[in-house]
Antibody, heavy 121, light 108 residues
């Protein structure tokens, strides 16, 4: 059974930093690209970042580019999101999501339950 | 960026009704369109990928159609567990990945 378990979400002050983690199991982690997707309270889904299976390619939404860094450790079956210079508008539930890995582009067949990041003074 | 627009934003329907949700892309995305269901307090769940392919384990009352810029998600006979919010998402080659704003399906 595929499982994605996020952790690291807390309340942080504007300008602060945070590292989210996602522990993956139930599939061959290093075969798949992985994503972070967020959802502000009461709002829709926003894709945040993507990392290729080997970590060699990374992509970001414009809203987080230059502030967030996605990484992975395939030896630990883990995905990370380093979040710097946090803003109030970064407040959201952050989901780790597995890429489907087929020829139909980037989309998500499994999601974690999310970890809540609140940016507030 | 490719903009995705869903209609309606909310919808009231009854158990047993046939329901259609529409998603329109700001440019052609071929069949690179996916649908998700999200229930309150839960993570999204993949329903349909590549516009019309049913994800494993998803009931056959869900179907998707369309190509180019216009797509539809149809639920043939609404069940109580189908009341949720539905999102479309484009997976065309151009990043960023974008979602529609969501359609909230409520019980009438």
């Amino acid at each position: 059974e595929v499982q994605l378990v996020e952790s690291g979400g807390v309340v942080v002050q504007p300008g602060g930093s945070l590292r989210l983690s996602c522990a993956a199991s139930g599939f061959t982690f290093d075969d798949y690209a992985m994503h972070w997707v967020r959802q502000a309270p009461g709002k829709g889904l926003e894709w945040v970042s993507l990392i290729s299976w080997d970590g060699g390619s990374t992509y970001y939404a414009d809203s987080v580019k230059g502030r967030f860094t996605i990484s992975r450790d395939n030896s630990k079956n883990s995905l990370y999101l380093q979040m710097n210079s946090l803003r109030a508008e970064d407040t959201a539930l952050y989901y780790c999501a597995k890429d489907m890995g087929d020829s139909s582009g980037y989309y998500f067949d499994y999601w974690g339950q999310g970890t809540l990041v609140t940016v507030s003074s | 960026d490719i903009q995705m627009t869903q209609s309606p934003s909310s919808l009231s329907a009854s158990v047993g009704d046939r329901v259609t949700i529409t998603c329109r892309a700001s440019q052609s995305i071929s069949s690179y369109l996916n649908w998700y269901q999200q229930k309150p307090g839960k993570a999204p769940k993949l329903l349909i990928y590549a516009a019309s392919s049913l994800q494993s384990g998803v009931p056959s009352r869900f179907s998707g159609s369309g190509s180019g810029t216009d797509f539809t998600l149809t639920i043939s006979s609404l069940q109580p567990e189908d009341f949720a919010t539905y999102y479309c998402q484009q997976s065309y080659s151009t990043l960023p990945i974008t979602f529609g704003q969501g359609t909230r399906l409520e019980i009438k």
